[in-house]
Structure formats: structure tokens, C-alpha cells
């Protein structure tokens, strides 16, 4: 196990993904050059995703950092982000044996078709699943309860990626992709609920989508604008305290123009990895015709953090997850490492409302609230894994917690199975087992309500050019 996670962590995804990519290809019978040819376009588009990732962070955190010290946040427990998450998750003893099972689960489940998913292509984020089973192991010191856990958060992930499958690979335009990452899929039942909920209210009357604005605004509306706009509103916030500052003013202006270079920049580096499935889809197309099944590639949620839409609405998070952290009753966590990484988080929810921003950041909003007090339950457990991997604490914190261990439905299910209750774990896996088999019956269906829904405001727009 241990030779696996080093090779797992020495080619990281930018190496694993395309030899995956290559593979399945070679097994598709796409020949060589056109293997190869993809294997390649992968690999550029990930390093494309990971230069602008990595040079954004490092522009908007002083900036949120300068946020958190005018909110005056005084909490407990401190967020430390999903790299020191995953740090934890894989330095667990129990940790290292779980790469393993789920590897082989993943495949197996592809393999029987109990999922058009090959999730083993987003292995590096199996560390939330790990995770989880961690933690109930090291309440409970029951290894069969534990990587029963790590195996059903699995199943609930693979049913709920394979649902939005379609809108995801529609709206972010990679055909044949959708999203693994158990602490985003496992809030779809939520955003479903809560997309279909505001459609009901209204909430698509007000159409916030890129696309709208720009044909409202002009110029204005165009994505490097918007995130010029949008990095310059975060920059003045942070510095709204030394704005008579010509360095206030240097850091504003980088943040807008940075900002502004990932909206522009983003979409190209897409269209190189979007490229790379094009003999795939090609394939996969002509299989289908001969009676073939329709399948999706797990990606990295890195490919949708840059779109217009999406950056925009978590960028638009920061300044609400501050004031949900000092208004909310009971909470006890301050969000600091989450802060900018709240465009990963948004995917689901932009993607299910077709780009409207409007309706994503309130649907962020709900969903990090409650977040917010799932997060705060679990620190004590997370704290104590921290402390036995060897973690440093962060200086003035008593407690710790990364948000990826504050996942709402994941939570849930494992307060269900901390109670080691046979009749609650069973109602539990009932529930999944209803969806899953009503998902498969109906899943034409169920795929049309997701794009009904999140065509609704042109389905809108479209009754009342005709009323």
C-alpha cells in the first residue's frame, strides 16, 4: 500500500490522468497516434488548470487574510483546508489500507456496470472517503464498520455523479467527464432540492448568468471584465481600512487584473483538455449506436474552477462565509483555508442553474451554513486525527477541522453510523438503495427534470416572448 501511495503521489494527476486517458482509449481501439495524441492534450490542459490555480491562491489569500482580521473572528476551531486534509486522511494507518480497497471497488463497480462512472481516474480525491472511515474508526476501533462506511460513501457518490453527469460535462463542455470529489457530489440531492426550490420562488426571473449580462451590459459583460470587476470588489474589501494606502491600492488592483487573467485565460487552457476526449466521445458515440452504454471519466474539479460563472460566484462567497461564521448561533469554526477555494464548491451549483449566479451563491450560502455546524460536530474527532498523524497545530487554535470533513449529507450518514444502531444503519442504506434502483429504472427521465430545471429561466424567457 505504501509503494501504491508513493507512486500515487510522485505522478500526481497530471501524469495519471492521461495514462488513464491513453488506456482507455487503446481499449476503445482508437489507435496509437490518437491515443497518444489525447494522452498528451490531457496532460497540457491539467498543467494549464494547475499554473493558473497556483497562481491565483497566492494572489487573493493576503487579501482574505486581511478580511478575516477586520471580521475579528475569536472561534475555537480553525479551518486548515483540504491539503492538510488530505495529508491526515492518507497518514492514517488505517488510511493506507483503504487506497487499496477502494481502488479494486471502483474498478469492480465499473466493470459489473453498477456505475457508468470509471471514478479511478480522480483517485487522488478518494481522501475524503478515507477520511470518513478514519474517523469512524477511530471512534469505534471497528475496521468493518469503518470501511463499510468508506465503501457506501462510494456508492452515494458514484449514484449522485452519475446523475449529474450530463449537466455537468454539458454546461463546463467536457463531453464524457463528470465530477468524483465525495465532498461536492455528495451535496447534489441537496443543490437538486434547493435549485428546484428557488425555480418555484422566482429565482430565475433573475437571470445573473454571464451570457445575460453580456448581452445587457456589452462590454462590461465580457468574462475578463467581470473579473476585473469582481477581483477589484474583493481587493477594495479587504482593504476598505487602508484605502489611503498607495500598497492597499497595489494589492486591489493585482487581485482585479489577476482575476481577471484566470476568466480570460481559463476557457483556452478548457478547450485543450476538452480536446483530449474527442476521440473518446467519437468511440463512446459509435458504441452506443451499436447498442454500447454511455460512460463518464472522472476528472478534478480544477477544470471548472476558472469558468466566468463559477469563479465569480465563489469569489462573490468569501465576504457571506465570514458574516455566516460571526452571525450563526452554535458555530464554532472559523473558515479561513476554504475561503479560496469556494469556486471548486460552486461547480454543482452554477452547473444546475445553467450559470445564473444569482441562484449559486444562494444556494452556496444554504449549503455552507449548514456546513458551517456539521464542521463544528466533527472538529473534536478531526482534531484527535490530527494530533495522532503528527499535524502541527495552529498557534491560539484549540481545535481543527478542513472543510472537506464538514460535507453535509457525508456527515450525516456518519453520525448515522456512530450510533452502530443496526435499524438506523439500515435505514440508511434503504434510502440508497430506493434512489439507486429508481435512478437506473428511470434515468432518461431523471437526466431530463435536471436539464428542464436548469433550462428554466429560457424555458421562462421563451412563454413570455410567446404570451
Known sequence: MQTFKTIMDTFGPNIFVPVVIFIICLFMRINVKKAFNSAILAAVGLVGFSMITDYFTPVISPVVDKMLKIAHLNLPVLDIGWQATAVIAYSTHIGMIFIGILLVFQIFLFAVKWTNVFMPSDLWNNYSLILWGSELYLMTKNVWL???????????????????????????????????????????????????????????????????????????????????????????????????????WGQILTTAVTTAAVMTIFPKVGSIFAASFSSITSASQKSMKKGGREWYVAVNDALGYGETATLTTGILMIPFALILAFVLPGNLVVPVMCLTGFAYDSEINVALSNGNIFKALIMDIIIFTGQLYIGSYFAPMFTKIARETGVTMPKGSLMVIGFVAANILMGLITIGFLTKNPLIIGIIVLLYVVQFIYYKKNKQKVTDIIEKHSDYSDSLNKNLEVS
Not at 457506501?152 to 460535462?169: D, H, K
Not at 468574462?223 to 489611503?244: E, K, Q, R, W
Request: glycine share 8%; hydrophobic share 45%.
Open 146 to 248: 469503518a470501511s463499510f462506511l468508506m465503501l457506501f460513501g462510494n456508492l452515494v457518490c458514484l449514484l449522485y455523479s452519475e446523475m449529474i453527469a450530463t449537466r455537468w460535462s454539458t454546461y463546463y463542455g467536457y463531453p464524457q467527464c463528470t465530477l468524483t470529489a465525495p465532498h461536492q457530489v455528495c451535496n447534489v440531492p441537496i443543490a437538486l432540492i434547493l435549485n428546484y426550490v428557488l425555480s418555484k420562488l422566482g429565482a430565475d426571473k433573475i437571470q445573473l448568468n454571464p451570457k445575460k449580462i453580456q448581452e445587457k451590459l456589452g462590454f462590461l459583460g465580457d468574462p475578463m471584465i467581470i473579473g476585473f470587476i469582481v477581483g477589484m470588489l474583493l481587493g477594495l474589501i479587504g482593504n476598505f481600512t487602508m484605502l489611503t494606502s498607495i500598497k492597499s
